[in-house]
C-alpha cells in the first residue's frame, strides 16, 4: 500500500508538472506598458495604472514587431470591462458594449481572446486602441485589470489544456473518493459509526473538489465579469472550510480530548487569516497555510506522544509544507493541487489500509468470542455444576441458591465481556472474584485474589486473567483453599500485572492448551506486538507476567 501511494503521488507531480513545461514553451509579449489616453500627448504609463473602476477608458499605443510570426497568433485581454480593440484602425474584436453610464454598460467577459493572423501582425509599427468600461466593477475589487498579452495561439491552447487537467483530474479523483468513503461508511455504519475522522475525511475531499472545480471554472467556461467577485467568495469560502477541516481531521484521528483547545486556537487562527484586510488570494494563501501548519503542530505533539499513526501523519504533513512552499504562484495548478497530492491521497490510503486491519480485527474478535464462550461452556464444567447444585439442594438450599445466582453472574457478565475486544481491568476483576466465589462453593475451600496495586485506566482482553485462574484450578488441586496474588505496576509507557499462582498438587491433566492460546491469541488482537504475556516457574508457584501498553 505504501509503494501504491508513492506510485500514484509521482504520476500525479508528473502531471503537475506539464503546465509548467506547456508555458515555458508558450513565446508572450506582455501589452502592459507604454499606453495613454487616445489623442493625448501625456506621457505613456501602464494598463494598470490608468485603467480604474467605474470609468469609461479610450486608451492607444504602438506596437513593434521586429518580425513577421510565422504562426497565427492571440491577443489575450483579461479585465473587468466590456471592451471593444482596433487594430490599426480596423476593429477586431468586441467583449460587450463600453458605456459611460452603468445602466447602459453591457458586461463582457473576463476573459477575451482575439485570433490574429500572422498577415495582421506583419513586421514593423502598429496602431492599438482600446475603449473599455469599467461601471460594473465591485468595489472591493479595485485593479480591474489582470493581463494583456499576445502569445502563440497554438502554445497558448496546449497551456490552456495542461493547465486545466491536473485539477480537473484531482477533483473527480476527490469526488469519486468522496463517494467511496460514503458508501463504505453507510455500508459498514456499525463498524465506523463512531469514526468521526472518517466523516472528516469526506468533507476534506468534497470541500478540495469544489475548490479546485471553482479555481478552474474561469478558463474552463468563462463569465461575464461582475460574476467574477461570486467565484472569489466561493474559493474564500472553500479555502477556509478546507484549511479549517484539516486540522480537524487530525484532532479527530487522534481523539484527544484533551486537545479542544488547541483545535479552537487553531480554528480560531485560520478565521482570522480569512478574516484579514487583504486581498482574495492572499487571504487564501494565509488560511491555507495556516490549517497547513496548524495540522503539522497536531501531528508534532502526536508524535512526542507516541500516539499510533502519528509518524505518518507527520511525514505527510511535513511534505505538504515544502510541497506548497515550492510550488509557487499559481493557487490551483500549483500549490493547492500538489498539497492535494501529498496530503490527501496518502491519507486515503492510510484509511483504507485501516479498514482493512479493522475487518481484519473484527473477525479476528469474533473467532475469539466464539472459543471465549466455547471455553467456558465445556460439558464437565456444567456436568459437575449441575450436580453441585444437586448436592447443595439436599443440604442447604440456601448455599444452592446463592451458588446458582453467582453461576448466572458469571455466564452473563462472560456473555457481555465477549462481545467486546477489550474491557476495563476492573470488569476482569469481578468475572475473577466472582469465578472464585463459584470454586470455594465447589471445593468447600476458601479461594480468593489479593490485589496489590493500581487499576485505573487499564484495560484487558475479556477473560484473560480468568482464564489463567481456570488453567490453575484445571493443572493444580488445592486441598486446603487457595489465595492468589494480582500485582499491579507502571512503568513509564506499560503496565505490567503479575499473576501468582500458588503450588500445589499437580493434577493430571489432558486439555488441549485452548486457555494458554487464547490468552496469547486475545493480547495479539488487542495490544498487537505492543503486548506480552510470559509465565515463570518459581519456588512459591508459577508467576504469568502481562506487559501492556499503559492508556494515554
Known sequence: MPTLSLIVNCLLLCCLALPTSAMARSLSMSLDDGWRACDSTLPTASLHQLLKPQQLHCLERELILPATPHAPQVLLLSALAASTL?????????????????????????????????????????????????????????????????????????????????????????????????????????????????????????????????????????????????????INLLTWLFAALLPLYFFCVYHRRHWLLAAVLILAGVAVAGALPAHFDNQCRLMFVTGLIGSLLLNLFALWRRLPGSRGGTAIALLSCAMYKLAG??????????????????????????????????????????????????????????????????????????????????????????????????????????????????????????????????????????????????????????TFQLEIERNGQTDVLRLLLPASEVRPHTGSGMGERYIRSSLQAVFGKHARYDTTQQPQGWQLRFTLPAAS
Open 86 to 234: 482596433w487594430l490599426d484602425g480596423v476593429q477586431i474584436a468586441s467583449n460587450g458594449q463600453p458605456a459611460a453610464q452603468a445602466a447602459d454598460e453591457i458586461a463582457g467577459r473576463i476573459d477575451m481572446a482575439v485570433p490574429l493572423a500572422p498577415a495582421q501582425l506583419a513586421q514593423g509599427t502598429h496602431h492599438l486602441r482600446l475603449l473599455l468600461s469599467t461601471q460594473q466593477v465591485p468595489a472591493r475589487l479595485d485593479a480591474p485589470l489582470y493581463g494583456f498579452s499576445l502569445q502563440d495561439q497554438q502554445a497558448y491552447q496546449a497551456a490552456q489544456a495542461w493547465r486545466n487537467l491536473p485539477p480537473l483530474l484531482l477533483a473527480g479523483a476527490l469526488a469519486g473518493v468522496a463517494l467511496l468513503f460514503i458508501a463504505l461508511k453507510f455500508a459498514l455504519n456499525l463498524l465506523y459509526q463512531r469514526h468521526l475522522h472518517w466523516t472528516v475525511f469526506t468533507a476534506l475531499c468534497l470541500a478540495a473538489s469544489l475548490l479546485l472545480l471553482a479555481e478552474t471554472w474561469r478558463s474552463l467556461a468563462g463569465y461575464a465579469y461582475p460574476q467574477h467577485i461570486v467565484r472569489l467568495y466561493a
Open 329 to 482: 504562484d499559481g493557487f490551483a495548478e500549483g500549490g493547492f493541487a500538489l498539497v492535494v497530492c501529498f496530503l490527501l491521497l496518502p491519507l486515503c490510503f492510510q484509511l483504507l489500509s485501516q479498514l482493512m486491519r479493522d475487518r481484519q480485527k473484527v473477525a479476528r474478535a469474533s473467532q475469539l468470542e466464539n472459543q471465549l464462550l466455547r471455553k467456558n461452556l465445556q460439558p464437565h464444567f456444567l456436568m459437575n455444576s449441575l450436580s453441585l447444585i444437586s448436592e447443595l439442594n439436599e443440604q442447604s438450599p440456601q448455599a444452592a441458591e446463592d451458588f446458582i445466582v453467582a453461576l448466572g453472574a458469571g455466564f452473563r457478565m462472560l456473555n457481555e465481556y465477549a462481545q467486546q475486544p477489550s474491557i476495563a481491568l476492573t470488569q476482569e476483576l469481578s468475572l475473577c472474584h466472582n469465578y472464585l466465589a463459584i470454586m470455594s462453593t465447589r471445593l468447600q475451600q476458601p479461594c480468593s485474589l489479593e490485589l496489590i496495586g493500581e487499576t485505573s485506566a487499564i484495560i484487558v482482553p475479556p477473560a484473560a486473567l480468568l482464564t489463567a485462574l481456570e488453567n490453575a484450578f484445571s493443572h493444580t488441586r488445592y486441598r486446603q483453599g487457595v
